[in-house]
């Protein structure tokens, strides 16, 4: 639980107080676990809900711009600056530890709006529609969010000296 | 299709959501412009990355650690 917590805040004592708020939430609602719905996963649904809780209540610090991290386009919509192969697979890349506390740290400069949506989905493996409810807003919005999230972290990955070793 | 259009599209068609019609328009897209070819094969590597670098080094929480943590709170409460 605290490992789901210290992911999607940076600070360690948030994420320790995250888990505390979670037990508490487990505790006050265990009479309202449904018992077709696996343990594990209601647990993780109130820890994540907590960590959310605990960021919204941060005060945000300044953002990168989304819209700077995202693909640019020539008027007859080719890519103004074309983009290439990666000189390393993902495999190789991520047998440097060095190198997976960089990616860690360029997922923590997306803006909080968008790396949540691509933790929700691609980490927590949460579907469309339970992150959709979980951050309450459409199931369009969580898709627009997501594909951007990932292509803002595509461009600030790609922009690592490693990458292109 | 423009670069722009599929990048636009690029996550519906990894998603298998385009219609046929649209798809295949995207793989002809593909198969002639190879920096859109890059743009997907890189795109594909950053999730890729993203789940490796985010996953539990321990693994998954098992089943049976949340039940025995249930069972405690439940007998926790009891004894309030």
Redesign the interface.
Same mark, same amino acid.
């Given at each position: 639980?605290l490992?789901?917590a210290r992911?999607f805040l940076r600070a360690e004592e948030d994420a320790r107080d995250a888990v505390q708020d979670a037990?508490l939430s487990?505790?006050r609602a265990?009479d309202r676990?449904e018992g077709d719905a696996?343990?594990?996963t209601?647990?993780?649904r109130i820890v994540v809900n907590a960590a959310l809780m605990k960021l919204r209540s941060r005060q945000r610090k300044p953002e990168i711009s989304i819209e700077e991290l995202l693909?640019k386009?020539l008027e007859?919509?080719?890519?103004a600056d074309?983009?290439?192969?990666?000189q390393r697979?993902?495999e190789s890349?991520?047998e440097q530890h060095e190198l997976?506390h960089a990616?860690?740290d360029q997922?923590d400069r997306l803006p909080d709006n968008y790396r949540t949506v691509?933790?929700l989905r691609?980490?927590e493996e949460f579907t469309t529609d339970e992150t959709a409810q979980i951050l309450d807003v459409t199931e369009n919005a969580v898709?627009i969010r997501?594909?951007r999230a990932?292509?803002a972290?595509?461009e600030l990955?790609?922009a690592l000296p490693e990458i292109q070793r | 299709m423009?670069?722009?259009?599929l990048?636009d599209f690029?996550?519906a068609y990894l998603d298998d959501e385009l219609p046929a019609d649209q798809r295949a328009s995207f793989s002809a897209h593909l198969d002639e412009c190879p =920096?859109?070819l890059?743009?997907l094969?890189?795109?594909e590597?950053?999730?890729? %990355?993203?789940?490796?670098?985010?996953?539990?080094p321990?693994g =998954?929480?098992?089943?049976d650690?949340?039940?025995r943590?249930?069972q405690a709170? %439940?007998s926790?409460?009891e004894q309030n």
């Amino acid at each position: 639980m605290l490992a789901v917590a210290r992911r999607f805040l940076r600070a360690e004592e948030d994420a320790r107080d995250a888990v505390q708020d979670a037990f508490l939430s487990a505790f006050r609602a265990i009479d309202r676990f449904e018992g077709d719905a696996r343990l594990s996963t209601w647990l993780h649904r109130i820890v994540v809900n907590a960590a959310l809780m605990k960021l919204r209540s941060r005060q945000r610090k300044p953002e990168i711009s989304i819209e700077e991290l995202l693909p640019k386009y020539l008027e007859d919509g080719h890519h103004a600056d074309p983009p290439s192969l990666w000189q390393r697979s993902a495999e190789s890349l991520l047998e440097q530890h060095e190198l997976r506390h960089a990616v860690r740290d360029q997922i923590d400069r997306l803006p909080d709006n968008y790396r949540t949506v691509l933790l929700l989905r691609d980490i927590e493996e949460f579907t469309t529609d339970e992150t959709a409810q979980i951050l309450d807003v459409t199931e369009n919005a969580v898709k627009i969010r997501l594909h951007r999230a990932r292509q803002a972290l595509r461009e600030l990955i790609g922009a690592l000296p490693e990458i292109q070793r | 299709m423009t670069c722009r259009d599929l990048a636009d599209f690029l996550m519906a068609y990894l998603d298998d959501e385009l219609p046929a019609d649209q798809r295949a328009s995207f793989s002809a897209h593909l198969d002639e412009c190879p =920096p859109c070819l890059a743009y997907l094969k890189t795109y594909e590597e950053t999730v890729k %990355l993203g789940k490796s670098v985010c996953s539990d080094p321990q693994g =998954p929480v098992p089943d049976d650690v949340p039940e025995r943590l249930i069972q405690a709170i %439940l007998s926790a409460r009891e004894q309030n």
